[in-house]
């Protein structure tokens, strides 16, 4: 079982940045893929963005890259997401995921295995 907590969302002007943060429990954090995920009112929850069990690899929607970056440490199991540029649009709910199979980075909601109570993040325009 691996309890999931995020943390560092907020109210931001368009343009601005923040980092999320997500704190892991448990010793098999680091054979976890990890994923942000979003949900805003009236919507279906969507892929973010997403890093391996090593962070040898990451993946990104499209609406986000260039704009946020994902990393790692598993030395305190944390990931985190580095939001820069942010638009009224990334205004949403952001969960933090993890895949047990950690075998790639899946887009695809119903194979995360664990969630964390999710963070609001409001950019004003």
């Known amino acids: 079982q691996v309890q999931l907590v995020e943390s560092g969302g907020g109210l931001v002007q368009a343009g601005g940045s923040l980092r999320l943060s997500c704190a892991a429990s448990?010793?098999?954090?680091?054979?976890?893929?990890m994923g942000w995920f979003r949900q805003a009112p009236g919507k279906e929850r969507e892929f973010v963005a997403g890093?391996?069990?090593?962070?040898?690899?990451?993946s990104y929607a499209e609406p986000v890259k260039a704009r946020f970056t994902i990393s790692r440490d598993n030395s305190k199991n944390m990931v985190y997401l580095q939001m820069n540029s942010l638009k009224p649009e990334d205004t949403a709910v952001y969960y933090c995921?993890?895949?047990?199979?950690?075998?790639?980075?899946?887009?695809?909601?119903?194979?995360?295995?664990?969630w964390g109570q999710g963070t609001q993040v409001t950019v004003s325009s």
């Open positions: 890093i391996s069990r090593y962070a040898g690899s990451t």
């Open positions: 448990g010793r098999t954090f680091s054979t976890y893929t």
């Open positions: 995921a993890a895949d047990r199979s950690g075998s790639y980075v899946s887009t695809i909601t119903r194979t995360y295995d664990y």
